[in-house]
């Protein structure tokens, strides 16, 4: 064998040439050309069959296919003429594609190599082992069959199908050289028609595969698509066929075209292996779209190319940037809480301090006769301790702790009145505009608080103007169900008035937005504003279950949303308020306070309006004096938070003792929670710290019991 032979198996018959005549080798070079000539959708096991018949003279001609060595299958069957269909009718079926099981049949033995081989049986080894014992008798009288002679088709050692020849009785082979010449040729083109087969099922395949991809695929060569799959036309807005031949360029965002060519460069010249980016791609009506691209190489007609798997990445970006957004949410959400929780306790302690000065200045001043230093010097210390007491009064409103009635409100009026308000104080340069289109403008709260949210807004917003601009004042009512896009993070689904307050101020940049509702925070000059204002609206806003959002950027104003839920039905407004002021009274009072100054404070006062007082500094030890001397006791005034029993078990304990035990309940905290479920459990009267003498006066009055 020579070197260039090396590792290319001879064909069977390939030796034989020599020995043909001339005649013959024009047969076998016509075969040849038929073989490279045969269409791909021409049955070439009939051709081998046909072909056999023809150069042997035999009666029958039965080519097969080998699967391994278990299954031999018929694919040709050549030369039965007019006995075509009694063959038919004893073997039940067309014998085409009948498969038969030949493991363990020593017989085929002789038969897997490139020769001819004369079967010593008449019968092949697969029929008598295969079908019915009627078929012999048949196959011997019927078919007059004689000779039986077989070669396989083998390359590199692996059979994968025969040819068998059956003749007449009485008939000789005829040119079997030439018939093995023909074999082995039919053997080259069988192997050469499986490697095609098999190039084209894997094509397929690879088509199949390339098309139906979830993920868009295109080939790039030379900086041109020279295959695009469907998903990715579909994923760009392109008809079928439209990107092909086209640059790459053409597809790919401005500001990432220049990072995508030297990544193509580098990565098309061999300085780095496969790539996986981020980056963004053009739809064809110009959109962006942010895209993953996994890059690998790959030939195209003999050349190198670019394989290129996109995958659109819009809704995984949109979940990522929702996932921060609800963290960023929750982050803000627990910040404010627990400057809550801090501002709260803070105005609840300054409460408590400011009773004794409030109370004391008070009464001070009432010593004296206006104009007197004495008396200047007491309503100086009052008016101080009214503004810290306003402080207190905003901290509480942040920390949601400052409701004090919860009755129907109308927000429209509530909308009006603070404008005609605003509207006299701010420059006429200003214009506002009311919008009102809500259907049903009532809730249920506080009408004072809600007061103060229209005028903080109205204040923010005229802040942000400057000297010239419009304020817009608009109202709606939706019902936003659980999902919907325009219900705010926290809120539940349900029925909500919105109030929106539009301002074509100089906006707010990104790190503002995020810290406005932060008590003291202003981005005011020193001195001029507290930065309570939107933290107070932040603080009443929640503590009504809404919520507030912000839209705005710099240059182009700001619009703040606030969410109250709708009333489901409008409800008077309990007045506990009492008609007229009174001087002073009689009666014995127990009151019941930890803080040493609000009690002192509180008998001072009581004792001014002539009322007898009785002290105690807890809640244990009130229910105790009250125990005692119930029948001399006409009212109790009650802390709510105190040490050892706090003022919701002590009011219970009291009614235990009487159950018609009056109360007044005195807090630094608000009308809220415990508080409000005191007074619904019968307490008659809630007063806030710090109080002067005269709110004081009001609620003992009004909650002791008649004289007549």
């Known amino acids: 064998m020579s070197a260039s032979d090396a590792g290319h198996p001879r064909p069977p018959g390939a030796s034989v040439g020599a020995e043909l005549g001339a005649e013959r080798l024009s047969f076998l070079a016509d075969s040849a050309i038929e073989f490279v000539t045969l269409p ?60 038969f099981d030949v493991s363990g049949i020593s017989q085929l033995d002789p038969v897997q190599g490139h020769e001819l081989v004369k079967l010593a049986d008449a019968l092949h080894p697969v029929a008598r082992a295969q079908l019915p014992s009627a078929v012999e008798g048949f196959y011997r009288r019927v078919l007059n069959i004689g000779d039986c002679f077989t070669m396989g088709f083998s390359w590199n050692g692996e059979r994968f199908g025969g040819v068998t020849i059956l003749l007449r009785r009485n008939d000789s082979l005829k040119n079997a050289d030439l018939l093995k010449a023909f074999i082995g040729q039919a053997t080259v083109a069988l192997q050469a028609r499986r490697g095609l087969d098999a190039l084209r099922e894997s094509e397929q395949k690879y088509r199949t595969l390339f098309e139906q991809a979830g993920a868009g695929i295109c080939v790039v060569q030379d900086e041109t698509l020279v295959l695009v799959n469907a998903t990715l036309e579909d994923m760009l807005g392109y008809e079928p066929g439209e990107m092909t031949g086209r640059p790459f360029s053409e597809f790919i965002a401005p500001a990432s075209l220049e990072d995508v060519r030297q990544r193509y460069g580098r990565f098309m010249s061999g300085t780095n292996d496969a790539q996986h980016f981020r980056t963004g791609v053009l739809r064809r009506d110009g959109t962006a779209v942010p895209v993953e691209l996994r890059v690998g190489r790959t030939s195209h007609e003999g050349g190198l190319a670019a394989h290129v798997i996109v995958t659109d990445v819009s809704e995984r970006l949109r979940a990522e940037e929702e996932r921060q957004a609800l963290e960023e949410r929750a982050r803000t959400s627990q910040k404010m809480e627990a400057i809550g929780t801090l501002a709260g306790g803070i105005a609840h302690d300054y409460n408590n301090l400011l009773t004794g000065i409030l109370g004391y200045s008070n009464m001070l001043a009432r010593q004296f006769e206006e104009g007197t230093p004495q008396h200047k010097s007491a309503a100086l210390i009052e008016r101080s301790a009214r503004r810290a007491a306003d402080l207190t009064k905003k901290l509480l409103g942040f920390a949601r702790r400052g409701k004090l009635q919860d009755t129907a409100v109308d927000m429209h009026r509530v909308i009006r009145d603070t404008v005609a308000i605003v509207g006299r104080a701010i ?38 103007i400057g000297e010239a601009g419009e304020i817009t004042f608009r109202s709606d009512v939706r019902s936003l169900g659980d999902g919907s896009s325009d219900l705010p993070p926290g809120l539940a689904p349900g029925r909500y008035f919105l109030m929106t307050v539009a301002d074509d101020g100089k906006g707010m940049s990104p790190e503002v937005r995020e810290r406005i509702f932060e008590p003291f925070y202003t981005t005011h000059p020193h001195g001029q504003g507290s930065g309570m204002g939107l933290a107070m609206v932040y603080g009443i806003v929640e503590n009504h279950r809404g919520a507030i959002v912000v839209d705005s950027a710099p240059g182009e104003g700001a619009c703040l949303t606030v969410y109250l839920p709708a009333a489901r039905r409008a409800t008077s407004v309990i007045e506990r308020e009492a008609t007229g002021e009174l001087a002073g009274g009689s009666g014995t009072i127990l009151v019941i306070d930890d803080e040493e100054t609000v009690r002192e404070t509180i008998k001072c006062m009581l004792d001014m309006l002539g009322y007898e007082v009785v002290l105690a500094e807890d809640g244990a030890r009130g229910v105790e004096t009250y125990r005692r001397r119930r029948n001399d006791i006409d009212l109790v005034v009650l802390d709510m938070t105190m040490p050892v029993m706090g003022g919701a078990e002590c009011f219970e304990r009291l009614k235990e003792v009487d159950p018609e035990v009056r109360v007044v309940l005195a807090s630094g905290h608000s009308l809220e929670g415990a508080a409000q479920e005191l007074l619904d459990a019968g307490v008659l009267r809630f007063v806030q710290k710090p109080f002067d003498i005269d709110e004081l006066s009001k609620s003992i009055a009004a909650a002791m019991p008649s004289r007549e």
Do not use: F
């Open 40 to 99: 791909a959708e021409k049955d070439i096991y009939q051709h081998i069959a046909d072909r056999v018949c023809a150069i042997t003279g035999g009666a029958l001609a039965v080519v097969t296919s080998a699967e391994g060595d278990q299954n031999v299958t018929v694919r040709g069957v050549a030369g039965l003429g007019t006995l075509t269909k009694a063959v038919l009718k004893v073997l039940g079926r067309d014998p085409i594609g009948m498969t």
């Open 427 to 464: 420059d006429k340069r200003i214009a506002i505009a009311l919008d009102l289109g809500a259907s049903d403008s009532v809730v249920t709260g506080d009408p004072s608080q809600l007061e103060q949210v229209v005028m903080n807004l109205a204040v923010n917003a005229k802040e942000a």
